[in-house]
């Protein structure tokens, strides 16, 4: 059974700092993209970061500059390093893993990926 499942959610005060970690199971994605995405409540989900297995990266103008997206292929888990957090943030935080990228080509849409987490809430007070 294919899992993915986040963790390192939380409540912070804005300007603060939170890791997500996602871990993987069930199958090998040591080649797959792994893609991080947001929903607030009410509105649509949204891409925050991904990463290729040859370590490229893409980020949403929103997160640049804050957010950090890294993985282990060894232990096959992808984090997010968010900083100076923002109260506009706060959502549900999804893994997602795309397994059908051609030679790792990072596509920032949702239908795109094939794995979903259960997602992580984070919340950002002001």
């Known amino acids: 059974q294919v899992q993915l499942v986040e963790s390192g959610g939380g409540l912070v005060q804005a300007g603060g700092s939170l890791r997500l970690s996602c871990a993987t199971s069930g199958r090998t994605f040591s080649r797959a993209v792994m893609g991080w995405f947001r929903q607030a409540p009410g509105k649509e989900r949204e891409f925050v970061a991904a990463?290729?297995?040859?370590?490229?990266?893409d980020y949403a103008d929103s997160v640049k500059g804050r957010f950090t997206i890294s993985r282990d292929n060894a232990k096959i888990m992808v984090y997010l390093q968010m900083n100076s957090l923002k109260p506009e943030d706060t959502a549900v935080y999804y893994c997602a893993a795309d397994v059908h990228s051609a030679i790792g080509i990072i596509r920032a849409v949702r239908y795109a990926y094939d794995y979903w987490g259960q997602g992580t809430q984070v919340t950002v007070s002001s």
């Open positions: 990463i290729s297995w040859i370590n490229s990266t």
